[in-house]
């Protein structure tokens, strides 16, 4: 069975484009973690829930996308 989850192994040797892809990567799920706790003040104190949502949505999109460059630029 194919490894889903990580499909490649790591390397240290991805250049400098796979540093970059790291970077954003790791830059983008920060901001998403930022974006999901900020909807989760926001849900909870019930001050705006539709911004909530969106923020919540906007947080699993750049999750994604950071995978995504990351993949694109390190190759992993």
Known sequence: MPNLIWPRAL??????SGL?????HWLGGTLAI????TAM?????GWSTSLATELAVGAVVMALAARGV???LAKE
Do not use: E, K, M, N
């Open 34 to 37: 930022g974006f999901l706790v």
């Open 11 to 16: 390397s240290s040797d991805v250049g400098p």
């Open 41 to 45: 003040g926001f849900a909870v104190d």
């Open 70 to 72: 990351r993949y694109l």
């Open 20 to 24: 970059i892809g790291r970077t954003i």
